[in-house]
């Protein structure tokens, strides 16, 4: 897997750092998966802080990466989405409307430690 | 070799890989912004998306325009695909032929300032848009 899936505490952390192809972004989707299954992470953050553009695939497979997620229990939250990828995503009419978002990586982590049942 | 230009040919989804890369670059050699930068790039990608979706292959023409002054970057995406069998509603946001979002055109539409589509059944598409530098 060319993206490292980070963990810290029982959170998984993934930083995109380059242009995915959409065979890298589905197998990194797969990996995310099954990473949650052999860790019991909780949480995942997936840091787009790197990420220039988001267009309307890049979006779907981060949603529903998202939603594979929380069909098994995991709370998915992006952080670090830059302004202009923002403003695209608006305006494309793609941005993420059910997917809990934060600032940067410690803000995620905090939101994910709240959400996190005694 | 006029590097004004760029000629990609689609085929692959290595190539929307990088005609989003060659369009990032020439638009920001034009001196654009990194909004529209973005903007550019993503709706170079959802044009290049629709030739490998619907046509199976095609070509992207990427290049510095002028007009009274001012310069911009001009996207022509190509394709001799099956066509576009109703334009209005292919405009329509949430439409789409695919299982896709459905966003393509009238959402790439919103992130540049001009865009024109060409389109006959069974013959091919033909889609031109630009954005200009203020």
Known sequence: ???PILKIKDVLIVSIQLDLSDKLALSLQQELLKQITKTGAFGVLIDLTAVEIVDSFMSRILTETAQMAAVMGVKVVLVGIQPAVAMTMVELGVYFKDIPTCRNLEKGLDYLENKKLP | MDNSKSNIEIATESDVVQVRQVGRELSRKLGFGLTDQARIT???????RNILLYAGSGQIILQVVEDQGRRGIEILAEDKGPGIV???QAMTDGFSTSRGLGVGLPGTKRLMDELYIESSVGIGTRVVARKWLN
């Open chain 1, 1 to 3: 897997m060319e993206i």
């Open chain 2, 42 to 48: 993503t709706g170079i990608s959802e044009l290049a």
């Open chain 2, 86 to 88: 109703c334009l209005e």
